[in-house]
């Protein structure tokens, strides 16, 4: 075969020319893929930061929002909402999740886990409207109003599959080495879960919430019907409550310019604690990192 | 349940039981939402039957209701979507896993993942006064008139602006990131051994990938982009931002057009007949139907992909 392949070479000059040419060709169309691919992020950043950076300022963070045509004013309430709003999500989220994360990391090839596993794939792709009316069925349509407590359900919801997956890849890097050890010291299955396995994990465990925050906090489409907005200051669960991507796109849809300038304001403001919180994620990766190799 | 409960202490037991218990919340929640909104659109359902999903009319004052319009909407918004960013993220994907120089690669692979990151209501703000004009007086008439796209049904009509077109570019951008992510990692997993015996045996760099990686990796880079829509199908904010919401169908992706998960953010709080919260739960409902049957299809090509990555 070798020798065929060596007696026919010289008649096929032309089509191995063709043949580096095509490839020299695909190998820069993907080059010319990577830089079209980042174009957008680049434009969104760069029209993020020119529009919002002129109304951002003391008052932004400060001030209540203003009626249009009165120059000033920010989003307080906003600001102040998503925070709670993110606070009552890890609180439903995170312990469901870590816990469903032990419980994956520990029956690893069960019925019951396999099925957990797959069913938290497809919660995970759960559209976000969906979980919006889900919650208003359940926690706006029984009550008679809109809360903040309604809104942080349908977020904290969406953040348990994330937390689960993270939680469970993070303890299965623990070295079994250590939970033999606690075993064999005596200590009960239990308290070698939560006090050497989980705790090993923890820093892990931390990214994977951080991660799971980051997606939510800029998340519009449930709070539309739960939390629903509100344009005054109210920090109370159980009433409506303001949220920066309400506000954001409540002011981009209105015909006003200074709203308009509000809403780069606030997305910048939300693209900032998002990236934020990013970083806080990969500090606390490298924290780990950093651990393992001392 | 003795399975359950084998542990040797009490705190053993209530350990087990706790973390099951969590563990099944997840398949409940599930199930807890599905009853929920099944049980809330089904007056609509069961008043409309199959007209539901086949009538275009969409007429809360006169207390009738078809989806098809939106259902339509989301299909093509999601379709133009794909069509647009799979063949870039592919491209991203292999130059990320095989020909970028290291000093590229983790920052491409960075801003790409960013993208992800963009809330939605961001992508929306963005799409309104900057995508919109862009393709309002640039592409939309290049498209149109210097390519004669014109002539075909796609691409008529005047150039307004909010339309199926605007919605779609924003989804492409907003679904490349998963399946740039999916398909970089599945092309990572064919071994080393593939693209070594490609190159010994004379291909080209770009036959390597074509007929020695691709193949290798094709269900993994299918289950990607089924992901990608999965995302673009329930994606709300940014296409109800640029779609323009208007329920019609038309063929030319110039006109505007509404989707389901638009149709559910506009009319959810204006709703007043129980009638009209009916059908937008119903509409809801099929959502939910249709991305689960996607996201699953999905996680089963990329689980198929992982396995034999391992074996």
Redesign the interface.
């Known amino acids: 075969m070798t020798t065929v392949?060596l007696q026919r070479r010289p008649l096929r000059r032309a089509t191995r020319r063709r043949?580096?040419i095509?490839?020299g060709v695909?190998?820069a169309?993907?080059?010319?893929?990577?830089m079209?691919?980042?174009l957008?992020?680049?434009?969104?950043l760069f029209?993020?930061v020119k529009?919002g950076i002129g109304a951002l300022s003391i008052d932004f963070f400060t001030k209540m929002p203003k009626p249009v045509g009165e120059v000033g004013g920010g989003l307080a309430n906003g600001i102040v909402g998503t925070l709670e709003l993110i606070a009552i999500a890890a609180l439903v989220g995170l312990?469901?999740?870590?816990?469903?994360g032990?419980?994956?990391a520990?029956k690893k090839t069960t019925l019951?886990?396999n099925?957990?596993r797959?069913?938290?794939?497809?919660?995970?792709?759960?559209?976000?409207?969906?979980?919006?009316?889900?919650a208003?069925?359940?926690l706006v349509k029984p009550i008679g109003h809109f809360s903040a407590l309604a809104g942080g359900v349908a977020l904290g919801?969406m953040m348990?599959?994330l937390v689960?997956r993270t939680t469970e890849e993070m303890i299965r890097v623990v070295p079994g080495s250590l939970r033999e050890a606690a075993l064999a010291l005596g200590y009960?299955?239990?308290?070698t879960?939560?006090s050497v396995v989980l705790r090993t994990a923890m820093p892990g465990i931390v990214t994977g919430a951080l991660v799971a925050v980051?997606?939510i906090?800029?998340?519009?489409?449930p709070l539309?019907?739960t939390a629903?907005g509100n344009q005054f200051w109210s920090t109370s669960p159980m009433q409506p409550i303001a949220a920066l991507?309400l506000q954001?796109?409540t002011y981009?849809?209105s015909p006003y310019d200074d709203w308009?300038a509000l809403?780069?304001a606030g997305?910048l403001v939300?693209?900032l604690l998002?990236?934020l919180i990013?970083i806080a994620a990969r500090a606390a990766t490298r924290a780990r990192y950093g651990a393992a190799a001392d | 349940m003795t399975a359950l409960l084998q542990?040797?202490?009490l705190?053993?037991r209530?350990?087990?039981f706790?973390?099951?218990?969590?563990?099944?919340?997840?398949?409940i929640?599930?199930a807890f939402?599905a009853y929920?909104?099944g049980k809330?659109a089904w007056p609509a359902l069961h008043t409309f039957g199959w007209h539901f999903l086949t009538s275009s009319e969409w007429d809360p004052v006169n207390g009738h209701f078809g989806a098809a319009p939106a259902i339509f909407g989301t299909l093509v918004s999601s379709f133009v979507a794909l069509l647009i960013a799979t063949?870039?993220?592919?491209?991203?994907a292999?130059?990320?896993s095989?020909?970028?120089p290291a000093w590229?690669r983790t920052p491409?692979a960075f801003?790409?993942d960013?993208?992800a990151?963009?809330?939605?209501?961001?992508?929306?703000?963005?799409g309104?006064?900057?995508l919109i004009p862009l393709l309002r007086d640039h592409t939309m008439p290049f498209l149109r008139d210097t390519l004669h796209l014109g002539a075909t049904p796609f691409f008529t009509g005047p150039a307004y602006g909010p339309s199926m077109l605007a919605a779609g570019v924003i989804l492409a951008?907003m679904a490349?990131p998963y399946i740039?992510a999916v398909s970089r990692e599945v092309l990572r997993a064919v071994p080393r051994s593939q693209r070594e015996a490609a190159l010994a045996l004379?291909a080209?760099?770009?036959?390597t990938?074509r007929d020695a990686v691709i193949p290798n990796a094709r269900s993994g880079i299918i289950g990607g982009i089924i992901?990608g829509l999965?995302?673009a199908?329930?994606?709300?904010?940014a296409v109800t931002?640029v779609i323009g919401n208007r329920p019609e169908i038309s063929a030319s992706l110039y006109a505007p057009g509404y989707t389901m998960?638009s149709l559910?953010?506009n009319e959810?709080?204006e709703a007043t007949t129980d009638l009209h919260l009916s059908a937008?739960?119903a509409v809801?409902a099929v959502?939910?139907a249709i991305?689960?049957i996607?996201?699953?299809i999905?996680?089963w090509l990329v689980w198929r992909v992982a396995r034999q990555g391992v074996a």
């Open positions: 392949t043949r580096g095509t490839s695909m190998v169309l993907t080059y010319a893929a990577a079209v691919a980042t957008p992020l680049v434009l969104i029209h993020v529009l312990p469901v999740g870590i816990g469903a032990l419980y994956l520990e019951l886990a099925s957990v797959f069913l938290s794939d497809v919660l995970n792709g759960l559209p976000s409207i969906v979980m919006g009316i889900f208003w069925q359940l919801a348990i599959p689960t009960p299955r239990w308290r879960s939560l980051a997606r906090a800029g998340e519009t489409a539309l019907f629903f991507p954001i796109f981009a849809i308009h809403a780069w997305a939300l693209i998002v990236l990013s | 542990g040797r202490g705190g053993d209530l350990y087990t706790g973390t099951t218990g969590f563990a099944l919340a997840i398949p929640l599930l939402i929920e909104i809330a063949p870039l993220a592919l491209g991203v292999i130059f990320l095989e020909f970028a590229l491409v801003l790409v960013l993208l990151a963009i809330p939605s209501v961001v992508y929306g703000l963005w309104i006064f900057f951008i490349l740039s004379g080209t760099r770009w036959e990938i992901l999965g995302r199908l329930g994606e709300t904010m931002m998960a559910i953010a959810f709080s937008l739960m809801g959502l939910f991305t689960i996607v996201n699953a999905a996680r």
